[in-house]
């Protein structure tokens, strides 16, 4: 018997043996392993430099009205490759991008149900990435998953910098604690307008930053989501591991799936030093080149708007205050009263469109052009917007005509309501009426519950919906910058005419009673390890009552921090979001914003801590002019600027708009100095930072 059961035990562990899988980056460092348990489960570790970073945790599904994806499985076949390419991305923080990772695909078999399953995992020199595909078979053809099993096993009690798992909104301040304290924190941390009781309390989203006691910075996220849920993250407190929380459609079921088909990537970046974080690429190369052929329509812009005169409060969207809950198809709205707040005047917009050719910026963004918002803030919930009919004070054709005279174009606002079958079933008009009048881009947005009512705004069928949205505006050459959309996964290096997203705590927020004054140290390492981010920076009047006497906000950051966000939070659509008048009063700040480039041959991260303080530099596409900007957290700092980036046997001009001495973001946020120095690649120059600070540099060659 003692021999039969030391048999057994052998043969047990040779199974496991057999099954086991090794993965390394190319580089080395990283290293992964894959193997099945003794129940037949398949999992995962993941190593750096010898540390741990993921201990084992399991994969796999729980399947509609049929047994799980869990265990039982058998490993079929196993097969290894390699790749490296550089590919060039049509706007980027870079001209060329490397795409290097080796590769293990595994190919399961479940012996109790017959099906099949292949898990690939892509190794970088920054992370790991791994999906699950399904194969055609005649086991599992179509399916419903109602829970994805996927685990990250961290190794303790990190700190990390999270917010609520919400699944309409991720506009919210971040908050730093230990794993421990999510729990304890969630209802502080949560702001949202819908019930807390529709997720889990320990759930976060992605992308999540986290810091461990040994010193490896970890980031857990996603690339190329589509036709699928996003992902949030369950935390178990007790085991310190995360679970894939995804978003529920409006039946509650996750992911409708018809085989062939793949899941995202759920990808992990690691490393020890932060600033590797911000250079990884890996999610961008998670995801399929661009399916546009033609791209020459696609090009990076500045642009200035009316819309920080309606967020303060100081105009408005809406035409006339006289309409309530009534059919707007038969308004005469020659027949009502303006309210003499609306911002979407023609005399208005000239005035945008003359500050704009006067300075050198590319486009102006009007909203509130269209008819249909005095319905949409509180009367009628079902009502959906006209996307071609002007306000009577509103003249497209002219304005248009007037905006080419002077060399520069109007961008489009589209605000949907939430109504995305709506948009969808008049997106053709709309994309037409863009093309008749000269518009190139689209500022989207999302705001407000989902309609049909059930869906939210991150869960398939509404994911799809941006998707699609984004694929039509390629076919009409237009350019897409969604607001309150689904937060990006790398899916620009596919549809590069996404040329923006907010999906985040943006700059309006600092209208509505501010955010934390280390916002911006914490977005680079979260939201645009996805993509780029629409922030609209450049806000110079940080007291909100010269622009509305009923706002009583005051903004923490300094102006010299607005100046670094141009740097630090990278766009290919750059706005300078203030009112004319204002950058007026401080024109010579403003000609950082003018002067700054927008479009990248290359970026090098010089500082980094997420939470506390970045400064990076990049170099301009074209002209191979520098530049350098920092923000900076709760504490006043000196930065240190390392040029040796710069070309060695020059001499450069440097231009530094930078933090008064005394400046602060509570009581002196407006207070700047402008100097020049002369430096070289061997400089490293020493700046303040005020608290809630920052600075800009440009460097001319001598």
Not at 339 to 367: K, M, Q
Not at 388 to 411: C, M, S, W
Not at 508 to 525: K, M, R, V
Request: aromatic share 12%; with cysteine; charged share 25%.
């Amino acid at each position: 018997m003692k021999t039969q059961k030391l048999f057994s035990a052998l043969l047990m562990l040779f199974v496991l043996a057999s099954t086991a899988q090794e993965l390394k980056s190319p580089n080395g460092l990283l290293k992964a392993h894959f193997s099945l348990d003794e129940a037949g489960r398949p999992t995962y570790d993941l190593q750096y430099k010898s540390k741990e970073v993921i201990k084992s945790s399991h994969l796999g599904f729980e399947i509609k009205d049929t047994e799980p994806l869990l265990e039982g499985f058998e490993l079929v076949s196993s097969t290894s490759s390699s790749y490296d390419q550089t590919w060039e991305p049509v706007w980027g923080e870079e001209s060329q991008i490397r795409n290097n990772y080796n590769e293990l695909a595994v190919t399961l078999h479940q012996v109790s149900t017959d099906r099949s399953l292949t898990i690939r995992f892509r190794m970088f020199d920054t992370g790991l990435g791994f999906r699950y595909e399904f194969p055609i078979q005649d086991k599992l053809g179509s399916f419903v998953i109602t829970k994805e099993r996927t685990e990250f096993a961290l190794t303790g009690d990190h700190t990390a910098i999270w917010i609520p798992g919400d699944y309409d909104t991720q506009e919210y301040d971040y908050t730093t604690s230990k794993l421990s304290e999510i729990e304890a924190k969630f209802d502080e941390a949560y702001t949202g307008n819908a019930s807390q009781e529709q997720f889990s309390k320990t759930a976060v989203q992605t992308a999540l930053m986290l810091k461990a006691d040994n010193g490896l910075y970890i980031n857990l996220h996603e690339a190329a989501t589509v036709n699928y849920p996003t992902m949030h993250l369950d935390l178990d407190p007790k085991t310190f591991t995360f679970e894939s929380w995804l978003t529920p459609g409006a039946k509650g079921n996750k992911a409708y799936m018809i085989a062939p088909q793949n899941t995202p990537w759920r990808t992990i970046i690691v490393s020890d030093d932060a600033r590797d974080i911000l250079a990884s690429r890996m999610t961008y190369n998670l995801n399929e080149p661009s399916v546009i052929e033609d791209t020459s329509w696609i090009r990076p812009m500045k642009y200035i708007g009316v819309w920080w005169e309606m967020i303060t409060g100081k105009s408005s969207w809406s035409y006339t205050d006289e309409l309530s809950a009534i059919n707007l198809d038969t308004v005469d709205y020659s027949k009502t009263t303006p309210n003499g707040t609306h911002g979407a005047t023609n005399e208005n917009v000239r005035r945008y469109i003359d500050f704009a050719a006067d300075n050198g910026i590319d486009g102006v963004l009007v909203e509130g052009w269209n008819t249909g918002w005095e319905d949409w803030f509180g009367k009628s919930k079902d009502y959906v917007f006209d996307f071609v009919t002007p306000y009577p004070d509103f003249d497209v054709k002219a304005l248009n005509e007037y905006a080419h005279q002077r060399g520069v174009e109007l961008i489009m606002h589209h605000e949907t309501s939430g109504s995305t079958r709506n948009y969808e079933r008049f997106m053709d008009e709309a994309y037409q009426f863009m093309n008749d009048h000269g518009y190139h881009a689209v500022k989207s947005g999302y705001v407000g519950d989902i309609i049909p009512r059930g869906e939210k705004h991150y869960s398939q069928y509404i994911n799809n919906h941006y998707l699609y949205a984004i694929q039509k505006a390629a076919d009409y050459k237009i350019m897409v910058n969604a607001h309150e959309a689904v937060r990006p996964t790398g899916l620009a290096r596919t549809y590069p005419n996404m040329v923006a997203n907010e999906s985040a705590r943006g700059t309006e927020y600092q209208a509505f009673g501010g955010s934390h004054p280390n916002h911006t140290t914490i977005l680079p390492f979260t939201r645009q390890i996805g993509g780029p981010m629409d922030y609209t920076p450049g806000i110079f009047e940080m007291d909100m009552t010269k622009l509305n006497p009923n706002n009583h906000t005051q903004i923490p950051t300094t102006i010299g921090n607005q100046l670094g966000l141009y740097l630090v939070m990278y766009s290919p659509l750059q706005m300078a979001a203030d009112l004319p008048e204002n950058y007026e009063r401080f024109a010579d700040a403003f000609e950082f914003i003018k002067e700054v480039g927008i479009d990248w041959q290359q970026s090098v991260y010089l500082e980094a801590e997420p939470g506390a303080y970045l400064t990076i530099a990049r170099q301009e596409k074209g002209t191979g002019k520098w530049f350098a900007g920092n923000n900076n957290g709760y504490h006043s700092r000196t930065a240190t600027v390392d040029c040796s980036f710069l070309e060695k046997g020059k001499k450069y001009t440097a231009t530094i708009y930078r933090d008064a001495d005394d400046a602060n973001y509570k009581d002196n946020p407006q207070a700047y100095v402008i100097e020049e120095k002369t430096v070289s690649s061997k400089t490293k120059l020493k700046i303040f930072t005020a608290a809630g600070g920052g600075f800009g540099i440009s460097f001319e060659e001598q």
